[in-house]
């Protein structure tokens, strides 16, 4: 079992700044993928933003040039630096991870944090 644990969410008045983080801990032997999912209330979660493998990245087109993934592997953490927030990326945020539990065993597993509220408001 591997536990995901958030922080970092809050209150932030538009073209303000979060940074939410997101810390894995139990049987891991390699992370996959880890990354970033928002859903906004009545609307479908979302891809912000993830690691895919060869340490390549994706990114939501609404938040491009504005949020920043990036990760400690020595932490199993990952941090997502968000930056001129705008009402619209009002949402509960969570992270995904990735993981193989076990060196013998490919199978892999897909775990969520709880979820953290950013809330972007005058």
């Known amino acids: 079992q591997v536990q995901l644990v958030e922080s970092g969410g809050g209150l932030v008045q538009p073209g303000g700044s979060l940074r939410l983080s997101c810390a894995a801990s139990?049987?891991?032997?390699?992370?996959?993928?880890m990354g970033w999912f928002r859903q906004a209330p009545g609307k479908e979660r979302e891809l912000v933003a993830n690691?895919?493998?060869?340490?390549?990245?994706n990114y939501a087109d609404s938040v491009k040039d504005r949020f920043t993934i990036s990760r400690d592997d020595a932490k199993n953490t990952v941090y997502l630096q968000m930056d001129d927030l705008k009402p619209e990326d009002t949402a509960v945020y969570y992270c995904?991870?990735?993981?193989?539990?076990?060196?013998?065993?490919?199978?892999?597993?897909?775990?969520w944090g709880q979820g953290t509220l950013v809330t972007v408001s005058e």
């Open positions: 995904n991870f990735q993981v193989r539990h076990y060196a013998y065993s490919t199978r892999q597993f897909e775990y």
């Open positions: 690691f895919i493998s060869g340490g390549r990245t």
């Open positions: 139990g049987s891991i032997f390699s992370i996959n993928a």
